[in-house]
């Protein structure tokens, strides 16, 4: 059965509700924080879709468009107020975000801990080998188990998460190879890697200062050193960037009890409290 997301209505449910989006009597209603969010994606896809990628990218996904109603619900949902931490993935992984348009989007906690609902279309050119099944992708997406399971340990809800944290990926595409293997930005062809990074950089720009983000948590090498460089050609004000182990089970460290290492990290950075949403 489908459900449609109350958020849609409501406003980000991780804020209590004299700080959501309101409509002022009289007034016209003010474009709510997540749906400048989703301005800002859709101009960072337009761009991006006129990229003409070539091998060893053979298909592209963009869940931002054929996700777009549980995308959208994640999005009004927990990304419709300021948020002082960001943490920022690379791209859409083919077994999470892929499927149902949320960041290390693992089904089964998109679904039953995020409480994300909606239909998933198909993308223009599916591969046979990456089949879009939507949030009832029967195979897990371990990054998404690891770090979802991480914050539902440290917090409970996912209100709590989300009273100071959002999680975001890079670049919302996704590229396979003539085999279906992921193809990841840093393996694509300088020039076309160089065009995507202009784009996805202006949009990360644009998105921490709309979410007024006071620290980045890279996960990962590329997106730290993607959100160090856009930093560094920004006027705008200081934001601190840091980094935590990835959990993908291609990262021979995060096989080694991720969680706890990553709880380590974020502890000696200072970041538990904020993530625990107690101060």
């Known amino acids: 059965t489908i459900m449609s997301c109350e958020a849609c209505e409501d406003g980000d449910l991780s804020q209590p509700a004299a700080k959501r989006s309101k409509i002022t009597e009289g007034n016209p209603p003010a474009l709510s924080i997540s749906d400048q969010l989703l301005a800002i994606e859709r101009t960072m896809c337009e761009e991006l879709s006129q990229i003409q990628f070539s091998v060893p990218v053979t298909h592209i996904y963009n869940p931002l468009e054929y996700a777009a109603e549980t995308h959208r619900c994640y999005i009004s949902r927990y990304g419709n107020s300021r948020k002082r931490v960001l943490f920022m ?16 989007g693992d089904a089964k906690f998109a679904r039953d801990w995020l409480k994300i609902s909606g239909r ?33 340990s440290l917090c409970g809800t996912p209100e709590v998460f989300f009273r100071n944290c959002f999680v975001h990926n890079y670049c919302p595409l996704c590229f396979m190879a003539p085999s279906g293997k992921n193809v990841t930005p840093p393996e694509m062809k300088i020039h076309e890697r160089g065009r995507m990074q202009e784009i996805c950089d202006r949009s990360l720009l644009e998105t921490v200062k709309l979410l007024e983000v006071e620290q980045v948590v890279a996960v990962g090498r590329y997106p730290e050193m993607r959100v160090r460089a856009a930093l560094k050609e920004s006027s705008g004000r200081e ?16 096989n080694r009890g991720w969680s706890e290492a990553a709880t380590a990290q974020l502890s000696e950075l200072g970041l538990l409290e904020v993530v625990r949403g107690t101060v």
């Open 89 to 104: 993935g690379m791209n859409p992984g083919p077994f999470g975000m892929a499927q149902n348009g949320v960041p290390f």
């Open 239 to 254: 934001v601190r960037v840091v980094r935590i182990t990835h959990p993908s089970p291609i990262n021979p460290a995060a």
């Open 120 to 152: 998933v279309g198909k993308p223009p050119r599916e591969h046979p080998k990456r089949i879009i099944y939507g949030l009832d992708c029967p195979r897990s997406e371990v990054s998404g188990t690891r770090f979802w399971g991480l914050m539902e």
